[in-house]
């Protein structure tokens, strides 16, 4: 057991650019989310996957912002065109889950990718 | 919405005691309490999965009152090392959404 690895940690772009990071769950972890939190908010939920399928994506992933997570393995979150209100902490956690819909398992946390949009 | 916590933040003296709240206007099923350390990413202290559960380790408790949708974390005889963000989190049923309350600041002085 690794652990959450999240890839890379920092990240400075200009604004309109394009950005990809990378997130490694912790093995045979079927539970995928993906959150944002800027400083002093909690973390606020982008996306979940169960392994390959993503079954729920909040109203804030624009149509910029795009997820996958192939063979239900690692995943990558696109953002497109960034702007300067995306900057934020990018934060992953992966679970494990027996329940379909009950999220009865503690959620491991990635350190997450820092996001700054000049 | 996102669970509402209180105090937004409090700040005690090495020996005391807290309580921080979590309330929902939606049914909880389920609440989770993490910390988050500056810098860092929030790592799990328990999980209470039934109205009236109650669960605790070390000097650290919590209580589930599902009637009134709501969760209590207790610290006990505080440390330094309990400083830090403290966060409930929650499913949202009939959805996939795990998300998390407004948070709650902890500071701990000698």
């Known amino acids: 057991d690794t652990g959450v690895s999240q890839d890379p940690r920092h990240k400075i772009t200009k604004r309109g650019q394009n950005v990809t990071f990378r997130c490694d769950p912790i093995?045979?972890?079927?539970?995928l989310y993906w959150y944002r939190q800027t400083l002093g908010q909690g973390p606020e939920f982008l996306t979940y996957f169960q392994n390959e399928a993503q079954l729920e994506k909040s109203r804030l992933l624009s149509d910029r912002f795009s997820a996958e997570r192939p063979k239900g393995s690692f995943s990558t979150l696109e953002i497109q065109r960034t702007e300067q209100g995306d900057s934020a902490m990018y934060l992953c956690?992966?679970?494990?889950?027996?329940?379909?819909?009950?999220?009865?398992?503690?959620?491991?946390f990635g350190s997450g990718t820092q996001l700054s949009v000049l | 919405q996102q669970p509402v916590q209180s105090p937004q933040a409090v700040i005690l003296r090495e020996g005391e005691d807290a309580v921080i709240n979590c309330s929902s206007s939606k049914a909880l099923y389920s609440v989770h309490w993490y910390r988050q350390k500056h810098g860092e990413a929030p790592v799990f202290l328990m999980i209470?999965?039934?109205?009236?559960e109650q669960k605790g380790h070390d000097k650290i408790s919590a209580s589930f009152n599902e009637k009134k949708q709501q969760s209590s974390l207790y610290l006990t005889a505080s440390q330094l090392s309990y400083s830090g963000t403290y966060f409930c989190?929650?499913?949202?049923?009939?959805?996939?959404?795990?998300?998390f309350g407004t948070g709650t600041r902890l500071k701990v002085l000698a």
């Open positions: 956690a992966s679970s494990t889950g027996t329940d379909f819909i009950a999220t009865n398992e503690k959620l491991f």
């Open positions: 989190g929650t499913e949202t049923r009939g959805t996939y959404k795990y998300i």
């Open positions: 209470l999965l039934k109205g009236g």
């Open positions: 093995s045979e972890h079927n539970r």
